[in-house]
C-alpha cells in the first residue's frame, strides 16, 4: 500500500496537502519540520502538474467556466496555493532567528552545586559571538576550578603541572565541517582557540592539526565529504573559512588542515606494522554491545608528522609512538539531528571514524553511523583515543527537532554561548536540557521527545547517550548523567571584558 502511494503522484500530492494542513494546525513553526517541508513540497509539484495545466487548457468561454470572473477567482486561487507551497518549502518553512543580543537570549542557564564530591565539572560562557575575548573567559573560568589548559612546569594563572596541553604538544582540533552554513563549527570561535594554544605561557613550539571526516562523495554540503574551504560558513564575516583560519596561523606556526575524508575509503596497517600510507586503521573485530568495528586515521601532516589516532606520534627514526603528545580537543555544534535526535560532543566523534570503508575480511561496509544508538561512539572514544577538552559551540544553534544536521542561516537561532568539560557525557546532557530543548520550547510552546536527554526511550538520545556513557565508564573514564553529579560555572563574557 505504501509503494503504492510512493509511487503514484497524484494521490501523494493530495495526501500531501492534507497532512501539510492537519499537522502544521495553528503552529506555523512546525512547517519547518522536515515531514512538514516533504509534504509542502509534494504539494507544490501536485498543483503544478495537475492544476495549472488543466486551467490554462480550458477555453475563456467554455461552458463550465463561462464566467470570466469564476475562471480569474479559480487561476488566482490556484496560484496563490502553489506559490504558498514553493514559500514553505523554500524560504518560509525555515524558523528564523529570534531578535536576542548575545546576553538577552531568553534563555535560563543557572549556576549549580553538586550534591556529592565524585562530580563532573561544566564550564559555560554567555554573551560571546566567537573570537571577542569568550574563549579567553572560558579559559579563566576553567582555571578557576583548577582545570588548567596549559601545562607546565611553572605554577601560575592557568597553568601548573597538572594542565591539559604542553608547549611542544600536537593538538588535534576535532572540528565539524561536513556541512556549511551554521551546520560547521564557528570559525571565530576556532580563530580564537588556536589563538589561545599558541598564546601558551611557555611559548608554542607543538603543532596544530584541523581534522574531521565528512565521509566522502555524496555526504555532507554538495555532496563534498567535507569541505574546510567553504564559501558560507559560521562566522560573523561568513566569507571566513576553517582553511582561512588556519593559513592566517600557519605563517607563524605549524597549524594545518587534514581532511580525513581523502583517505576514508583507503583501509591500512599500523606504522609499527610497517605501513606507511594515509589511510584507516580497522578493528576487523565487533564490540560485542554496541556492534562497532572501531576505525580510526592515520596520517603523515604537511609538516611531516606522523600521527596515528589512537597510538600517538610516531617516531620513524626510533620506531616508536609518543602517545602522551598527541592531545584531542573535542570541538562539537550544537543542534538536532533528524535520526539521533541531537549533535553535541559525543555525536561529534562520527566524524573520527570511517563509515564508508569495506572491511578486508567481511567485504561489507563498516556502518559505522548505525552504531550510534547501540552507544557506538562511547566505544570508538575509550577504544581509540578521549578527549582532553570537549567544547561545545553553541553561538549559533538548531533547536527545530529532527531537522539537523544541515543547518542554514535561516533556521539557525543566536544564543552565543560556549561550554566545555572533560566529561563529553554530562556536557551533552546539560547542553541539550538547558540550551537546545529550552530554547525549543521557549519559543514554540511545543516539547520535543527527540532532543529530551531524559526520555530513556530506546532509540532516542537519552537512550543512547546513556549507551554511550556505559562504554566510556567501561573504558575507565569518568562520565556522569545525573544532574546532582554535575557543578555548573557560568559567567558572561560582556562583563568580563
Given at each position: 500500500?505504501?509503494?503504492?502511494?510512493?509511487?503514484?503522484?497524484?494521490?501523494?500530492?493530495?495526501?500531501?496537502?492534507?497532512?501539510f494542513?492537519?499537522?502544521?494546525?495553528?503552529?506555523?513553526s512546525?512547517?519547518?519540520?522536515?515531514?512538514q517541508?516533504?509534504?509542502?513540497?509534494?504539494?507544490?509539484?501536485?498543483?503544478?502538474?495537475?492544476?495549472?495545466?488543466?486551467?490554462?487548457?480550458?477555453?475563456?468561454?467554455?461552458?463550465?467556466?463561462?464566467?470570466?470572473?469564476?475562471?480569474?477567482?479559480?487561476?488566482?486561487?490556484?496560484?496563490?496555493?502553489?506559490a504558498?507551497?514553493?514559500?514553505?518549502?523554500?524560504?518560509?518553512?525555515?524558523?528564523?532567528?529570534?531578535?536576542?543580543?548575545?546576553?538577552?537570549?531568553?534563555?535560563?542557564?543557572?549556576?549549580?552545586?553538586?550534591?556529592?564530591?565524585?562530580?563532573s565539572?561544566?564550564?559555560?560562557?554567555?554573551?560571546?559571538?566567537?573570537?571577542?575575548?569568550?574563549?579567553?573567559?572560558?579559559?579563566?573560568?576553567?582555571?578557576?576550578?583548577?582545570?588548567?589548559l596549559?601545562r607546565?612546569?611553572?605554577?601560575?594563572r592557568?597553568?601548573?603541572?597538572e594542565?591539559?596541553?604542553?608547549?611542544?604538544?600536537?593538538?588535534?582540533?576535532?572540528?565539524?565541517?561536513?556541512?556549511?552554513?551554521?551546520?560547521?563549527?564557528?570559525?571565530?570561535?576556532?580563530?580564537?582557540?588556536?589563538?589561545?594554544?599558541?598564546?601558551?605561557?611557555?611559548?608554542?613550539?607543538?603543532?596544530?592539526?584541523?581534522s574531521?571526516?565528512?565521509?566522502?562523495?555524496?555526504?555532507?554540503?554538495g555532496?563534498?565529504?567535507?569541505?574546510?574551504?567553504?564559501?558560507?560558513?559560521?562566522?560573523?564575516?561568513?566569507?571566513?573559512?576553517?582553511q582561512?583560519?588556519?593559513?592566517?596561523?600557519?605563517?607563524?606556526?605549524?597549524?594545518s588542515?587534514?581532511?580525513?575524508?581523502?583517505?576514508?575509503?583507503?583501509?591500512?596497517?599500523?606504522?609499527?606494522?610497517?605501513?606507511?600510507?594515509?589511510?584507516?586503521?580497522?578493528?576487523?573485530?565487533?564490540?560485542?554491545?554496541?556492534?562497532?568495528?572501531?576505525?580510526?586515521?592515520?596520517?603523515?601532516?604537511?609538516?611531516?608528522t606522523?600521527?596515528?589516532?589512537?597510538?600517538?606520534?610516531?617516531?620513524?627514526?626510533?620506531?616508536?609512538?609518543?602517545?602522551?603528545?598527541l592531545?584531542?580537543?573535542?570541538?562539537?555544534?550544537?543542534k538536532?539531528?533528524?535520526?539521533?535526535?541531537?549533535?553535541a560532543?559525543?555525536?561529534?566523534?562520527?566524524?573520527?571514524?570511517?563509515?564508508?570503508?569495506?572491511?578486508r575480511?567481511?567485504?561489507?561496509?563498516?556502518?559505522?553511523?548505525?552504531?550510534?544508538?547501540?552507544?557506538?561512539?562511547?566505544?570508538?572514544?575509550v577504544?581509540?583515543?578521549?578527549?582532553?577538552?570537549?567544547i561545545?559551540?553553541?553561538?549559533?544553534?538548531?533547536?527545530?527537532?529532527?531537522?539537523?544536521?544541515?543547518?542554514?542561516?535561516?533556521?539557525?537561532?543566536?544564543?552565543?554561548?560556549?561550554?566545555?568539560?572533560?566529561?563529553?557525557?554530562?556536557?551533552?546532557?546539560?547542553?541539550?536540557?538547558?540550551?537546545?530543548?529550552?530554547?525549543?520550547?521557549?519559543?514554540?510552546?511545543?516539547?520535543?521527545?527527540?532532543?529530551n536527554?531524559?526520555?530513556?526511550?530506546?532509540?532516542?538520545?537519552?537512550?543512547?547517550?546513556?549507551?554511550?556513557?556505559?562504554?566510556?565508564?567501561?573504558?575507565?573514564?569518568?562520565?556522569?548523567?545525573?544532574?546532582?553529579?554535575?557543578?555548573?560555572?557560568?559567567?558572561?563574557?560582556?562583563?568580563?571584558?
Amino acid at each position: 500500500m505504501l509503494s503504492r502511494l510512493t509511487n503514484n503522484m497524484f494521490l501523494l500530492g493530495i495526501v500531501s496537502i492534507v497532512w501539510f494542513v492537519l499537522r502544521t494546525g495553528r503552529k506555523p513553526s512546525r512547517a519547518a519540520y522536515p515531514c512538514q517541508q516533504a509534504a509542502a513540497l509534494n504539494s507544490n509539484l501536485w498543483f503544478m502538474t495537475y492544476v495549472m495545466p488543466v486551467v490554462s487548457a480550458i477555453p475563456v468561454r467554455a461552458s463550465i467556466l463561462s464566467d470570466r470572473k469564476q475562471t480569474v477567482i479559480l487561476v488566482s486561487t490556484v496560484i496563490v496555493l502553489a506559490a504558498a507551497g514553493g514559500w514553505w518549502y523554500f524560504g518560509g518553512s525555515s524558523v528564523q532567528p529570534l531578535d536576542f543580543s548575545l546576553t538577552d537570549n531568553g534563555l535560563t542557564l543557572e549556576a549549580q552545586t553538586a550534591d556529592f564530591t565524585t562530580a563532573s565539572d561544566i564550564f559555560v560562557v554567555t554573551g560571546t559571538s566567537g573570537n571577542d575575548g569568550g574563549v579567553d573567559t572560558l579559559v579563566e573560568l576553567m582555571g578557576g576550578q583548577d582545570l588548567l589548559l596549559y601545562r607546565s612546569d611553572r605554577t601560575g594563572r592557568n597553568r601548573g603541572p597538572e594542565g591539559l596541553i604542553d608547549g611542544d604538544d600536537v593538538v588535534l582540533l576535532k572540528v565539524n565541517c561536513q556541512w556549511d552554513e551554521r551546520g560547521g563549527t564557528n570559525t571565530d570561535l576556532l580563530k580564537a582557540l588556536i589563538q589561545a594554544l599558541v598564546d601558551h605561557p611557555d611559548g608554542f613550539t607543538g603543532e596544530i592539526i584541523v581534522s574531521d571526516n565528512g565521509q566522502g562523495e555524496n555526504r555532507g554540503s554538495g555532496s563534498r565529504g567535507g569541505a574546510f574551504d567553504y564559501i558560507n560558513n559560521n562566522a560573523l564575516d561568513t566569507s571566513q573559512s576553517i582553511q582561512n583560519v588556519v593559513d592566517e596561523f600557519a605563517e607563524d606556526h605549524q597549524v594545518s588542515t587534514y581532511l580525513w575524508s581523502d583517505i576514508t575509503e583507503i583501509q591500512v596497517d599500523e606504522y609499527d606494522e610497517g605501513d606507511m600510507d594515509d589511510g584507516y586503521v580497522i578493528n576487523e573485530t565487533r564490540n560485542p554491545r554496541t556492534e562497532i568495528m572501531v576505525s580510526y586515521a592515520k596520517f603523515i601532516t604537511e609538516y611531516g608528522t606522523h600521527v596515528s589516532f589512537k597510538k600517538g606520534i610516531w617516531a620513524p627514526a626510533a620506531g616508536t609512538y609518543d602517545s602522551d603528545r598527541l592531545k584531542i580537543i573535542n570541538v562539537s555544534m550544537l543542534k538536532s539531528h533528524s535520526v539521533y535526535g541531537v549533535t553535541a560532543s559525543v555525536k561529534n566523534y562520527m566524524g573520527v571514524p570511517s563509515d564508508v570503508t569495506t572491511s578486508r575480511i567481511s567485504g561489507r561496509s563498516l556502518d559505522t553511523h548505525n552504531t550510534i544508538g547501540r552507544g557506538g561512539m562511547g566505544t570508538l572514544m575509550v577504544e581509540t583515543r578521549y578527549p582532553v577538552l570537549n567544547i561545545i559551540d553553541s553561538i549559533w544553534i538548531n533547536p527545530v527537532p529532527l531537522n539537523g544536521p544541515y543547518t542554514s542561516y535561516r533556521s539557525a537561532t543566536s544564543i552565543g554561548v560556549i561550554a566545555a568539560a572533560t566529561d563529553p557525557v554530562a556536557l551533552d546532557y546539560w547542553c541539550s536540557k538547558n540550551i537546545l530543548l529550552q530554547n525549543w520550547e521557549v519559543r514554540t510552546g511545543d516539547v520535543s521527545d527527540s532532543m529530551n536527554p531524559d526520555n530513556t526511550t530506546p532509540g532516542f538520545f537519552g537512550s543512547w547517550l546513556r549507551l554511550s556513557m556505559q562504554e566510556i565508564i567501561l573504558g575507565g573514564y569518568h562520565a556522569n548523567i545525573d544532574e546532582a553529579y554535575m557543578n555548573v560555572y557560568i559567567t558572561d563574557n560582556q562583563t568580563n571584558q
